[in-house]
């Protein structure tokens, strides 16, 4: 399912992607569920399929998703006058037209998703808002995360949009405008005052050390 690119980085790697059907979508995506041995995510829109058959995660994979949960605790936990939630690895579902499960998702302020029992474990994107920010950890997805799911998060309304180049130790952000593109951005609007250049300062920290020393190296930062 998983193919390698020839040019760039020798471990990089692209989704198998095709031509389908929301009911095909919701074939695979069961089959998926059933599976707990299944490590896929699954990404629908304009009737194309994608599966990231990514297996178990890499060491600087998970390292960096679990430093960027940290550091999005810390910077509410010194700016708490707005509710915020983290959700890692959840899969948001607009029934029929687009699908996604990003590395993380950030909601801000009201109409944070709440499950009840019973209900589908999915973030309904019929019922409940599209989050403030989504990211992808690209560590050997980067080509695929600046192109595909940045069009696919577009199409969906995800107002801010991360790519965490984990090799090239850069986090790329992206606003959407009201032409439904995104535009580069130093800053990032979901959490206000953020810089992405103190970002890729804490990536440097792991350099030196553990995802949880450059977590609170970030800390500091904050005053």
Same mark, same amino acid.
């Given at each position: 399912m998983v193919t390698t690119i020839p040019t760039g980085s020798k471990n990089a790697i692209v989704p198998s992607k095709r031509s389908a =059907?929301?009911?095909d979508y919701i074939e695979i995506r069961d089959r998926c569920e059933a599976d707990p041995q299944d490590r896929s995510?699954?990404?629908?829109?304009k009737n194309l399929l994608w599966v990231k058959d990514m297996g178990w995660e890499g060491i %600087?994979?998970?390292k960096v998703n679990s *430093?960027?949960? %940290?550091?999005?605790a810390f910077w509410f936990t010194v700016h708490p @006058?707005? =509710?915020a939630e983290f959700f890692g690895g959840c899969l948001l579902e607009k029934a029929r037209f687009q699908s996604a499960s990003p590395d993380f998702a950030v909601y801000v302020g009201e109409g944070i998703p709440q499950w009840q029992p019973g209900e589908s474990r999915r973030i309904n994107?019929? @019922?409940w808002r599209v989050p403030d *920010?989504?990211?992808e950890v690209a560590d050997t997805t980067l080509a695929i995360d600046l192109?595909? %799911?940045k069009q696919l998060y577009a199409a969906m309304g995800v107002p801010e949009y991360w790519v965490i180049d984990v090799q090239g130790r850069r986090v790329l952000a992206f606003r959407l405008q009201d032409d439904g593109y995104y535009e580069q951005c130093a800053e990032s609007v979901a959490l206000p005052g953020l810089k992405m250049e103190l970002l890729e300062a804490t990536l440097e920290q792991l350099q030196q050390g553990t995802n949880i020393l450059a977590a609170n190296w970030f800390m500091k930062q904050l005053g």
């Open positions: =059907t929301w009911d995510r699954i990404f629908f829109n %600087m994979h998970s *430093l960027f949960a %940290m550091l999005v @006058e707005q =509710t994107l019929n @019922e *920010l989504v990211g192109d595909e %799911m």
